[in-house]
């Protein structure tokens, strides 16, 4: 049996640019996708914090080095510029490689320039 996991996420990104009539779903700047292991037209989910919004779409590279990260098309609707998103990518996995994954976890800030990266999120404890 095989199990749906986070492989990677950009966490906190922020969207530069809503193209309605741009060919395509969401262009990532390229060097994002390298760091983050994710791959041009590979299926994403965004979560848009601003807004609550969760969407399903699929990936196209943008310029590396430019911090685009493009909603397009139908897309566009779903978000502002400006607006703080999550974009991630799942993989299924078996027993014995569930045991051995790690995500790649890629902190954006606000500029979508790199924050720091990690494999595992902190134990939430009772606030």
């Known amino acids: 049996m ?31 996708l390298k760091l983050a292991g994710m791959r041009e037209f590979e299926q994403i989910d965004i979560y848009n914090v ?4 969760r969407f399903t779409t699929y ?21 502002q510029v400006g607006d ?3 974009i991630a990518t ?11 994954h790690k995500p790649k976890l890629v902190y954006l800030n606000e500029d979508n320039s790199i924050d720091r990266t990690a494999n595992t999120i902190a134990v939430q404890a009772v606030s």
């Open 50 to 53: 601003n807004n609550g919004e």
């Open 59 to 79: 990936i196209i590279k943008a310029e590396a080095g430019s911090g685009i990260i493009s909603m397009n098309g139908a897309a566009a609707r779903r978000v």
């Open 84 to 86: 703080r998103i999550i």
């Open 90 to 100: 799942y993989g299924q996995f078996d027993e014995a490689e569930m045991e051995a």
């Open 2 to 32: 095989f199990t749906n996991m986070l492989k990677a996420k950009l966490h906190m990104g922020t969207v530069t640019q809503a193209e309605l009539w741009y060919d395509g779903s969401c262009a990532i700047d390229s060097n994002l």
